[in-house]
Nanobody, 122 residues
Framework: VQLQASGGGLVQAGGSLRLSCAAS????????MGWFRQAPGEEREFVAS????????VYADSVKGRFTISRNGAKNTVYLQMNSLKPEDTAVYYC????????????????WGQGTQVTVSS
């Protein structure tokens, strides 16, 4: 499985961005998909995940009500809609895929994309 993340950029506080993660190489109808982020000097942290089959979602408390994870089966793509962005959301965002239901630990995921930079200015 190859994951290609895109959609990052520079945005002012309060603005929005939509990240995309396109998967190729294998159908992944049984995977869970997740978004993580990593700021300089920080550990990689969980942002959101979605169960590909049933669409159930989980969010980190820090993004609840602002971010929305979704998927498009026909395009093999997962999205992260980010609204009301804050400077503390600045990080490299990674998408990841797991072979089955997982939690919020990076070690539970099997495949990773290359990351896309999100910078939120104050």
């Amino acid at each position: 499985v190859q994951l290609q993340a895109s959609g990052g950029g520079l945005v002012q506080a309060g603005g929005s961005l939509r990240l995309s993660c396109a998967a190729s190489g294998r159908t992944f109808s049984t995977y869970d998909m997740g978004w993580f982020r990593q700021a300089p000097g920080e550990e990689r942290e969980f942002v959101a995940s979605i169960n590909w089959s049933i669409g159930s979602t989980v969010y980190a408390d820090s993004v609840k009500g602002r971010f929305t994870i979704s998927r498009n089966g026909a395009k093999n793509t997962v999205y992260l809609q980010m609204n009301s962005l804050k400077p503390e959301d600045t990080a490299v965002y990674y998408c990841a895929a797991a072979l089955g239901p997982v939690g919020s630990r990076p070690s539970e995921y099997d495949y990773w994309g290359q990351g896309t930079q999100v910078t939120v200015s104050s």
